[in-house]
């Protein structure tokens, strides 16, 4: 099984549509999760950690359900801006958050 | 913003040469990583660096591979015989304590 999976997509969903991204991971000690975000041929972004509480910034919401190692990034009112490939990634690090793990990641367009 | 910058933006480099990729973390960063993703293949861990050591490496990162941080600012990835599989994107990050890594806009590496 991978480190950390994620379906590759692509996604292609119109402009306002609502789009969830799967992840899961295969290391139950992981610590930290995050996603980030990357543009063609650009350094991946941080987008936003995920906390086992599930968190939200914006139109973004992260949730985080350890007991199935499953991560999930939801987009509301989806943008053009928002197209990219949206990366899952695990640290398996206590503490000091050192070796990221990372998925392929999921593409996504969204269109006019 | 602090960001991570790096240099140069593109190396071309003939196989068997010596290569030396920069990077200026953030500077109240202590912690400080190399990352390397193949076209088409997902960001790849290669070393992680604190307190003027290596803490952590990964398999790819072989003898071939030395890093360095030769002064207060600068960090730097030594490749001692490029290959042609060393032809990748190389990443630096740089992150505080138990806080997300933040990545510099990378290096395409090319090797002929």
């Known amino acids: 099984r991978k480190e950390v999976e994620q379906d590759p997509g692509p996604f292609n969903v119109p402009e306002g549509a609502t789009v969830a991204f799967n992840c899961t991971y295969s290391?139950?000690?992981?610590?930290?999760f995050f996603w980030y975000r990357q543009d063609c041929r650009k350094e991946p972004k941080l987008l936003m950690s995920?906390?086992?509480?599930?968190n939200e910034d914006g139109r973004f919401t992260a949730q985080l359900n350890r007991a199935s190692q499953y991560i999930s990034l939801l987009i509301r009112d989806s943008k053009l801006s928002d197209s990219a490939t949206y990366l899952c990634?695990?640290?398996?690090?206590?503490?000091?958050?050192?070796?990221?793990?990372w998925g392929l990641g999921t593409s996504l367009a969204v269109n006019p | 913003e602090p960001e991570v910058t790096q240099t140069p933006s593109h190396q071309v480099t003939q196989m068997g040469q010596e290569v030396i990729l920069r990077c200026v973390p953030i500077?109240?960063?202590?912690?400080f990583y190399w990352y390397r993703q193949i076209l088409g293949q997902k960001v790849e861990f290669l070393v992680s660096?604190?307190?003027?050591?290596?803490?952590?490496k990964s398999e790819i990162f072989d003898d071939q591979f030395s890093v360095e941080r030769p002064d207060g600012s600068n960090f730097t990835l030594k490749i001692r015989s490029t290959k042609l599989e060393d032809s990748a994107m190389y990443f630096c990050?740089?992150?505080?304590?138990?806080?997300?890594?933040?990545f510099g806009d990378g290096t395409r590496l090319s090797i002929l």
């Open positions: 990050a740089s992150s505080e304590e138990r806080k997300p890594q933040h």
């Open positions: 500077s109240n960063h202590l912690y």
């Open positions: 660096f604190y307190n003027n050591e290596i803490s952590e």
């Open positions: 290391n139950s000690a992981s610590q930290s």
């Open positions: 995920v906390y086992s509480s599930g």
């Open positions: 990634v695990v640290n398996f690090n206590a503490g000091n958050n050192r070796k990221l793990i």
